[in-house]
């Protein structure tokens, strides 16, 4: 019977491994997709909060400005809305002589609106020149 030589594995077992594998990869890959997943959400609502506090922020200086003519005038009637930050629209909703109310929208917080008030005119519910409302979170 004749011998056949067999080839020696020196070759196939020293042979050191370069990259990475493809289910290495599609594991890293799912890895960042969850971690996306999670971080994404977090971060739509942080700017949400941004545009509301821009809004709470307009209604208390509309306060401040709604005050300086009422000391000026002696009542609020003729008062109008000042020009709201970046965008942020102010609009009066109530007027009177003893006192106003007034809202707040923002054009990227669809749904969310600010109210305030001062004087006979304060939103129930609401403490005097404090914003609130129901979607004001």
């Known amino acids: 019977m004749a011998r056949t030589k067999i080839p020696p594995l020196e070759n196939t077992m020293n042979k050191t491994r ?4 493809l289910i290495e990869l599609l594991i890293v890959v799912v890895i960042i997709g969850i971690l996306a997943a999670i971080a994404i959400p ?3 609502d942080t700017k949400k909060k941004a545009y509301i506090t ?5 209604l208390k200086n509309m306060v401040s400005s709604a005050e300086a003519f ?4 002696n009542t ?3 008062y109008t809305a ?5 965008g942020v629209t102010l609009s009066m909703t109530a007027q009177t002589a003893t006192g106003w109310a007034a809202s707040a929208a ?5 749904g969310s609106s600010c109210v305030i008030g001062v004087g006979a005119s304060t939103p129930a519910g609401l403490a005097e020149g404090e914003p609130g409302g129901a979607t004001c979170r």
């Open 106 to 110: 923002h054009a990227n917080a669809a």
């Open 70 to 73: 009422f000391s000026d005038n």
């Open 82 to 86: 000042p020009t709201g930050s970046s």
């Open 76 to 78: 609020y009637v003729g």
């Open 54 to 58: 821009a809004m709470k922020s307009d």
């Open 42 to 44: 977090k971060f739509a």
């Open 18 to 21: 370069k990259g990475f594998t």
